[in-house]
């Protein structure tokens, strides 16, 4: 069984409302041991629409002192870490290396949310690059952002903008996209960081995790070892989301561990 879960948000990130206590309280009713915090910080995020007020500027000045007292609440039942996930872009590297060296997180994920200038979230995002070029302008954006900012330990959910295709998820094909993806892994793994396992590609209903099963196995035939797991839960029901599927699929990728950190310091935890 997989214990940790590395990739939560709470009422701290703009499109989450779920108070941390509640989160914590249903990590431990589902048996989890170890959990980390990773409220979004997209500095100059750029929403859309009926999402104009949306903001993902974290405020590290309450999260730090609320997220400990909940530590020392529930030292003893479940471990409590503190986390962010940076999303990356050009412009903003320096705001992200600030805020990464003037605060004690355990553990930061780099992550691609927009890409040439936009979300995919937002329709706009295929109805301007059509699917294929978008897929291959969001697997670009990797690349780049891995050069703007290389103080995370794990890149987030490396095929996110799979999620909203307009025509479906069918038409994603990962080793379509190889020649960038593998320059992409090659580079982190160089830099000895890791890529994670977000199961919240089960939870959209694509029937895989981001990334999908053939980038984790490439992941690991290019020598990649960090792997860290994450629900990316925003609600208290999406933590450990699909978990008891995952020891199966991984070590059919090849996997025998994967990766916890605290004070950004790996550890390896058997499948």
């Given at each position: 069984?997989?214990?940790?879960?590395?990739?939560?948000?709470?009422?701290?990130s703009g499109d989450s409302d779920s108070p941390v206590e509640s989160m914590?309280?249903?990590?431990?009713?589902?048996?989890?041991?170890?959990?980390?915090?990773?409220?979004?910080?997209?500095?100059?995020?750029?929403?859309?629409?009926?999402?104009?007020?949306?903001?993902?500027?974290?405020?590290?000045?309450?999260?730090?002192?609320?997220?400990?007292?909940?530590?020392?609440?529930?030292?003893?039942?479940?471990?409590?870490?503190?986390?962010?996930?940076?999303?990356?872009?050009?412009?903003?590297?320096?705001?992200?290396?600030?805020?990464?060296?003037?605060?004690?997180?355990?553990?930061?994920?780099?992550?691609?949310?927009?890409?040439?200038?936009?979300?995919?979230?937002?329709?706009?995002?295929?109805?301007?690059?059509?699917?294929?070029?978008?897929?291959?302008?969001?697997?670009?954006?990797?690349?780049?952002?891995?050069?703007?900012?290389?103080?995370?330990?794990?890149?987030?959910?490396?095929?996110?903008?799979?999620?909203?295709?307009?025509?479906?998820?069918?038409?994603?094909?990962?080793?379509?996209?190889f020649d960038i993806l593998d320059e992409a892994m090659k580079k982190i793994?160089?830099?000895?960081?890791?890529?994670?396992?977000?199961?919240?590609?089960?939870?959209?209903?694509?029937?895989?995790?981001?990334?999908?099963?053939?980038?984790?196995?490439?992941?690991?035939?290019?020598?990649?070892?960090?792997?860290?797991?994450?629900?990316?839960?925003?609600?208290?029901?999406?933590i450990a989301y699909g978990f008891d599927t995952l020891p199966e699929l991984?070590?059919?990728?090849?996997?025998?561990?994967?990766?916890?950190?605290?004070?950004?310091?790996?550890?390896?935890?058997?499948?």
């Open positions: 069984m997989i214990q940790s879960d590395f990739h939560l948000h709470t009422c701290f914590i309280n249903s990590a431990i009713s589902k048996g989890l041991k170890t959990i980390c915090f990773t409220d979004h910080q997209d500095f100059a995020y750029q929403p859309q629409g009926k999402d104009a007020n949306l903001c993902f500027d974290l405020d590290v000045k309450q999260y730090f002192p609320i997220i400990q007292q909940y530590k020392e609440k529930y030292q003893g039942t479940i471990e409590i870490l503190t986390g962010v996930e940076f999303g990356i872009k050009e412009g903003i590297g320096e705001q992200i290396y600030e805020m990464a060296n003037n605060y004690p997180f355990d553990f930061i994920i780099g992550s691609s949310h927009e890409a040439g200038g936009l979300d995919p979230y937002y329709p706009s995002y295929f109805e301007s690059f059509g699917e294929e070029q978008g897929l291959r302008i969001y697997f670009e954006s990797i690349l780049k952002n891995i050069e703007i900012f290389d103080g995370f330990q794990a890149y987030g959910h490396l095929d996110y903008a799979v999620r909203y295709l307009p025509s479906g998820h069918s038409f994603y094909k990962p080793e379509h996209y793994i160089s830099m000895g960081k890791g890529i994670e396992c977000n199961t919240s590609g089960l939870k959209y209903g694509l029937g895989y995790t981001h990334p999908h099963i053939k980038i984790l196995k490439r992941y690991l035939e290019l020598g990649g070892e960090i792997l860290t797991i994450g629900s990316d839960g925003h609600k208290p029901e999406h991984l070590k059919e990728a090849g996997f025998r561990y994967y990766t916890i950190f605290r004070n950004r310091k790996p550890e390896f935890i058997k499948l």
